[in-house]
């Protein structure tokens, strides 16, 4: 069965570093998008990407983020410059369509640990 | 704003007992209601969903039921196994907010053979 994967499993970074969270989504999908879940609290929308552009993002997702589809697989979440608030499990999902109909399938996340 | 209440967990159960956990929303329009359930090590994976009112989604023995009026969606199974223990979300989705998912804070569930 196809699946959403996600590299590192877990990523160590200093404050102020830049760091890439890596996600390749299912082959067919065409819609993407970026969760995190921050210890103990809730999983938190942060960005929606179609078509090679960004088509909704929430506010935390501000200037010190970005994404990129840079080849026909993989998705990529950026952190400019990382802070200790950024630690959390970041998820990465996918869907075939983006009607209400359209199950977005998750990745196995990535654990960012910014110290 | 829109947003997910479920109960916190743990739960724990023994093998074959019921299980419920309670979930409500808060909704500026009209959603549709997901489970989601993350077994150890996995990423979420969809459950069961339910697009309007008083329809009922249902996969795996879980079910659960769109009730507009009390604004819940709470989830049962009737006969809990030890492979049925992970961390279960309910979330929202609203078309108006295009297809972003709001996820409650999510309930760990233990069932103990």
């Known amino acids: 069965e196809p699946e959403v994967t996600q590299t590192p499993s877990h990523q160590v970074t200093q404050m102020g570093q830049e760091v890439i969270l890596r996600c390749v989504p299912i082959s067919n999908h065409l819609y993407f998008y970026w969760y995190r879940q921050i210890l103990g609290q809730k999983v938190e929308f942060l960005v929606s990407?179609?078509?090679?552009?960004?088509?909704?993002k929430s506010e935390i997702f501000d200037d010190q983020f970005s994404v990129e589809r840079p080849d026909g697989s993989n998705f990529t979440l950026k952190i400019r410059s990382t802070k200790l608030e950024d630690s959390a499990m970041y998820f990465c999902?996918?869907?075939?369509?983006?009607?209400?109909?359209?199950?977005?399938?998750f990745g196995p996340g990535t654990r960012l640990t910014v110290t | 704003g829109d947003s997910v209440t479920q109960m916190e967990g743990p739960v724990t159960l023994s093998e074959e007992a019921f299980l419920t956990i309670n979930c409500t929303y808060t909704?500026?329009?009209?959603?549709?209601l997901f489970w989601y359930v993350q077994y150890p090590g996995e990423g979420l994976q969809l459950l069961l969903k339910?697009?309007?009112?008083?329809d009922k989604g249902s996969n795996k023995g879980f079910e659960a039921t769109y009730r507009k009026e009390t604004t819940s969606f709470h989830l049962e199974k009737g006969s809990v196994q030890v492979s049925d223990s992970a961390v279960y979300f309910c979330a929202l989705r609203l078309r108006a907010a295009g297809n972003k998912l709001t996820f409650g804070g999510g309930t760990r569930v233990l069932v103990k053979p």
């Open positions: 990407f179609y078509n090679n552009e960004i088509s909704e």
């Open positions: 339910a697009t309007k009112a008083d």
């Open positions: 999902a996918s869907s075939e369509i983006a009607a209400s109909g359209g199950e977005q399938y």
């Open positions: 909704a500026t329009g009209y959603p549709s």
